[in-house]
């Protein structure tokens, strides 16, 4: 025996299931929206840094309430000794006086773009795409097999 709300002929399980689709659907898109917008902003960053200047780890430096590290860089540009600290915490592969390849905005020297740095932001970026892949999946996935949607 199956119950049905009164009047519209649906089943509780049926909604049930609608309820949960719909809501894994939606947080499979969120997630998959802001991995992939964060990829098109990191791309971005990268093709605006077009000039080259050779740096070095100079630091690390503590955050606080964290017990991770961030990466503090050193460089020049056309001789004027200039520090770019990282927006990312935990970069424990990193050594204090390794060489590191920086980008930066000729228009915008502020704009800096430090692969090493870059690389906490794709693993960000995997995990999103991946969650929200997998979110997007069970929702269609339940949908089909216990609403026969399509």
Known sequence: MTATIPMTGITFAKLFTGIFSGTFGLLGLVFLCIGFGVIAAQNKKRSQCTAY????????????????????YSFSIDGKPLQYVSNYSGMNHLLV????????????IGRVYIEEDARQM???????????????FVAV???????GVF
């Open 53 to 72: 200047a050779e740096g070095t780890v100079s630091a690390m430096q503590g955050q606080f309430g964290s017990n991770g590290l961030r990466a503090v």
């Open 97 to 108: 006086g390794q060489s590191v390849s920086v980008y930066y905005d000729p228009e915008h």
């Open 122 to 136: 794709r693993m960000f970026t995997r995990v999103f795409t991946i969650l929200g892949s997998v979110f997007l």
């Open 141 to 147: 996935f339940v949908a089909v097999i216990l609403l």
